[in-house]
Nanobody, 119 residues
Framework: VQLVESGGGLVQAGDSLRLSCATS????????MGWFRQAPGREREFVGW????????FYADSVKGRFAISRDSAKNTVYLQMDSLKPEDTAIYYC?????????????WGQGTRVTVSS
């Protein structure tokens, strides 16, 4: 199983960025796909998830209304659209996969992609 994030970079506050997470080796539509982030000197925190069935999303309060997760099942890829970025969104962003029968247990993780938001 592989999860590969891409799309990170340096942007200014207020800009948008879309991260991608390409997956291989798992039955994509049977996994909840989550996004997490870790800022320098801080613990990893939850950002949001996209349900295995494709019908539900859930977001942390800190990103609600600004970030959106979507999925392209044909490409086995999940996206994190980030709008109205703030300096406090600076972090390494990780995607992760949790099987539908244990949706809280993220078994597979990507290597992360760095996002830096300048003020």
């Amino acid at each position: 199983v592989q999860l590969v994030e891409s799309g990170g970079g340096l942007v200014q506050a207020g800009d948008s960025l879309r991260l991608s997470c390409a997956t291989s080796g798992l039955t994509f539509n049977t996994y909840r796909m989550g996004w997490f982030r870790q800022a320098p000197g801080r613990e990893r925190e939850f950002v949001g998830w996209f349900s295995w069935s494709g019908g539900t999303t859930f977001y942390a309060d800190s990103v609600k209304g600004r970030f959106a997760i979507s999925r392209d099942s044909a490409k086995n890829t999940v996206y994190l659209q980030m709008d109205s970025l703030k300096p406090e969104d600076t972090a390494i962003y990780y995607c992760a996969a949790a099987p539908r029968w244990t949706p809280g247990s993220y078994n597979y993780w990507g290597q992360g992609t760095r996002v830096t938001v300048s003020s």
